[in-house]
């Protein structure tokens, strides 16, 4: 899939590629073969990193536990730096790296495991309700959408062979 420049892009659609949006990281790039997917990608997904209940440590290990669910290495090498500006510490990155959520406490136990399941279509009524008892319902919905689009952005970047940036 080609990887087109901000400057190859249509004059309305520039600002995608600019520095005030994700810049021209390759996952980006790849979808902005279509301008208007793209924006719309990148709206929602503003929308999942504004407009939740979520922290933002909380935010990342969500995507941290998709991203290895799914052996995204491309998700999984974005969300390494991110998570630790979101206070993810490197011992607890390399915990779900390991798939070992006993390495954290209850409730973030329970959005690693609700996360991981989702990623795997294995989602059970014992994982979703300590959710809910964990976060209270309108947290399930919101990591279910958080958690599906980056299911959905994993699978992207395998349909589109979208090369990891830098090492």
């Known amino acids: 899939m080609p990887l087109p420049r901000q400057e190859d892009l249509p004059e309305d659609y520039q600002y995608l590629l600019s520095e005030d949006a994700l810049g021209e990281r390759n996952v980006i790039r790849a979808i902005a073969n279509n301008p208007a997917v793209l924006q ?3 709206r929602y997904g503003t929308t999942l990193w504004t407009e939740t209940e979520l922290t933002d440590r909380e935010r990342e290990l969500v995507i941290l536990a998709v991203a290895r669910a799914l052996d995204s290495a491309y998700e999984w090498h974005q969300h390494v730096e991110l998570g630790q500006d979101a206070g ?6 390399r915990a779900i790296g390991r798939e070992d959520t006993d390495a954290f406490e209850g409730d973030e136990r329970a959005l690693l495991d609700y996360a991981t399941a989702f990623a795997v279509g294995e989602v059970t009524d014992t994982v979703s309700d300590d959710l809910a008892a964990a976060y209270g319902e309108s947290t399930v919905a919101e990591v279910a959408m958080l958690a599906s689009h980056y299911v959905a952005t994993a699978r ?3 349909g589109l062979d979208v090369p990891v940036e830098g090492e």
């Open 40 to 42: 719309s990608y990148m």
């Open 156 to 158: 992207v970047l395998d």
């Open 88 to 93: 993810v510490s490197l011992e607890a990155i």
